[in-house]
């Protein structure tokens, strides 16, 4: 497959835009890729406008791409980078490590902690030095700090394919995270769906469903759920049936 690893690392800090719900203001300065193709790393840096080759190359790769691994890409990378690139980035084929260890444990638990325990090595830094790094306008180690990411979700992900866990530490306590990288029987209905713009009747939660679909990445459904009259993110993983509506009804906003 074409697949990709990705992170990338922001102009700002959330103090600095107001909190975490402006994502879109966060500003992306450099975007780190590593390509399964070719077995390279490359770095896109911030451009003075999104649409220099730099970023042309960027969303080339990205649009070309048959899946992108990542770590909390679906609740961070992807909607900062949307606000550069466009909304198209929510609808990636997106392998999240970051929802795979939630899943599996109910709680959230950072890159460093898993990578220290399953590879016995962590990151080089935090995300206030890249700012800071960003901030002097010191481009090598910025890459440097953003590929690393890169190389240790690649690594975390190459292991968990390899042996179906990871292994983290959360203060005194060590653990393991069940990952399966199951594919659902669904994933294809929905996919379908998002680039239809179409319906769907599905089981979720005990509960049957009529929903239009307005994006899917692999994990994560976006829909107007006809039950609750309102759009709603619905998990692939927690849906027990599908199929397509052969006649879609008028889709909602």
């Not at 770095?43 to 730099?54: G, I, K, L, N, Q």
């Not at 990378?77 to 939630?102: F, H, I, K, S, Y």
């Not at 959230?108 to 800071?132: N, P």
């Not at 394919?161 to 060590?174: A, E, S, V």
Request: proline share 3%; hydrophobic share 40%; with cysteine.
């Amino acid at each position: 497959m074409n697949e990709l690893v990705v992170d990338l690392e922001t102009k700002h800090s959330f103090d600095e835009v107001g909190g975490s719900h402006n994502r879109a203001a966060l500003g992306v300065s450099v975007v780190g890729v590593y390509h399964y193709q070719g077995d390279r790393f490359e770095a896109y840096r911030d451009p003075e406008s999104p649409t220099s080759e730099s970023f042309e190359r960027l969303s080339a790769a990205l649009r070309a791409a048959e899946r992108v691994v990542g770590f909390n890409l679906i609740g961070f990378d992807w909607p900062v980078l949307a606000a550069v690139l466009g909304d198209w980035v929510l609808e990636l084929p997106t392998r999240d490590l970051m929802v795979e260890a939630q899943r599996s444990l109910g709680h959230r638990v950072s890159l460093d902690s898993i990578a220290r325990e399953t590879l016995g090595v962590g990151k080089l830094g935090s995300g206030l030095d890249a700012l800071e790094y960003y901030r002097q306008g010191d481009w090598e180690r910025l890459e440097r700090y953003c590929l690393e990411d890169v190389r240790l979700t690649r690594d975390l992900y190459e292991y968990a394919k390899k042996r179906g866990h990871l292994l983290y530490r959360r203060g005194d306590r060590r653990g393991v995270i069940a990952v399966s990288f199951a594919e659902s029987p669904f994933e294809g209905i929905f996919r379908e769906a998002a680039r239809r713009k179409s319906s769907v009747r599905m089981t979720y939660g005990t509960k049957e469903r009529l929903v239009d679909v307005h994006r899917f990445n692999g994990t994560h459904i976006r829909a107007f759920c006809h039950l609750q009259r309102k759009v709603l993110t619905f998990r692939l993983d927690r849906v027990e049936g599908a199929e397509m509506v052969a006649s879609s009804p008028p889709l909602f906003e």
